[in-house]
């Protein structure tokens, strides 16, 4: 059997979607998937292997410029590349009217949510078989309740399994072991937790034994993260690393502090522990799916009676706070081997 998927954006959302991968390919023997996803998130499909061909697609990047798209003749090249292979099913997993208008040039019958189900209820309109999937469940639940609605079989009752095949992934990048990653960089800037909390937090991952590495991916993250390191000679900021690189690097960590960011759940992913901090957003329906993750919510943070931290929302939520959390994570692997 050969599915077509349809999940462009965002890093998060695309990883949410594997666990369904999964539950099909347990069901269904045999079953191969191809998936259009944005060009900057093409790695993270391919690190699953029920996952046969990726064909990225440059949306964010084409309707900034129509013309240049259609002139180069990339826009073209997709739709051929879109329309080279007749599938058993097309399923566009994330119910937007982009996502369903690429789903419908594809060659196969049209799976997706229903007008009660999918964010932009239009997009319903554009599928052969509109699926009834309940709000209020975590994005992932709903995802892996789609395909299984979509390609007949019944959802197993355990949690979702990632299953990624990690020798897709760079390794042995960091020398000094054992070591925690900071996950800070994201798009929202009342998102960011404290750059002065993480300062603190990093003395006291040192004094525990531990070294802290620190990706980014833009100049912006880049700064920041060499302002953390200033405070301690035991903070490595790591150069640019591709995906696969970065997941490597997390694949073979302690554990990880991230913030509601795309690496936050990549690190779910990869069933690294980690504790994800949560300030304007809630982790209720979205937040990093697994068992070995932690989510610490400004709203269920102690009030103090401390000077206003940047941004202010994350004030109560303190190093000393997450530190907590983080030393019990740490603890695990010592209590086990005893």
């Known amino acids: 059997m050969k599915v077509l998927i349809v999940k462009t954006t965002s890093m998060g959302d695309v990883i949410h979607t594997l666990p369904a991968l999964t539950d099909a390919a347990k069901a269904i023997p045999g079953i191969k998937f191809d998936w259009v996803v944005e060009e900057g998130f093409a790695e993270v499909p391919r690190w699953h292997p029920a996952v046969d061909k990726v064909i990225p697609v440059a949306v ?4 900034k410029s129509v013309f240049n798209t259609i002139r180069s003749g990339e826009w073209r090249r997709f739709r051929k590349d879109l329309k080279a292979r007749k599938y058993d099913a097309v399923i566009d997993a994330q119910g937007l009217i982009k996502s369903a208008l690429i789903t419908r040039m594809a060659k196969g019958p049209k799976y997706g949510l229903n007008k009660t189900s999918a964010r932009e209820p239009a997009a319903s309109r554009f599928y052969d078989h509109p699926q009834d ?8 639940e709903r995802v892996r309740q789609l395909f299984a609605k979509s390609l007949g079989y019944e959802l197993p009752e355990r949690m979702g399994q990632f299953q990624l095949d990690r020798t897709r992934f760079d390794s042995d990048l960091i020398e000094k072991t054992p070591y925690v990653v900071f996950i800070h960089g994201t798009t929202w800037a009342t998102k960011h937790w404290p750059e002065a909390y993480w300062c603190l937090l990093a003395t006291k991952v040192e004094a525990a034994g531990y070294h802290v590495v620190i990706p980014w991916g833009s100049e912006k993250e880049k700064e920041r993260a060499n302002c953390i390191a200033k405070y301690s000679a035991n903070i490595e900021v790591l150069p640019r ?11 073979n ?5 991230a913030v509601d960011t795309g690496l936050g759940h990549l690190t779910a992913a990869l ?3 980690s504790i994800s901090l949560y300030g304007p957003t809630s982790p209720d329906l979205v937040g990093a799916y697994g068992g070995s993750q932690i989510h610490l919510s400004v709203k269920d943070c102690p009030k103090v009676d401390i000077p206003r931290a940047d941004p202010a929302i994350f004030t109560p939520m303190t190093p000393d706070y997450v530190w907590l959390a983080l030393e019990q994570i740490l603890r695990k692997p010592v209590e086990e081997a005893v």
Do not use: F, K, M, N
């Open 133 to 140: 999937v309940a709000w209020g469940q975590h994005a992932v």
């Open 271 to 273: 069933e690294t522990p």
């Open 241 to 251: 690393l591709s995906l696969a690189g970065v997941a490597g690097v997390i694949a």
């Open 253 to 257: 960590a302690e554990a990880a502090v």
């Open 60 to 63: 964010r990047r084409w309707r």
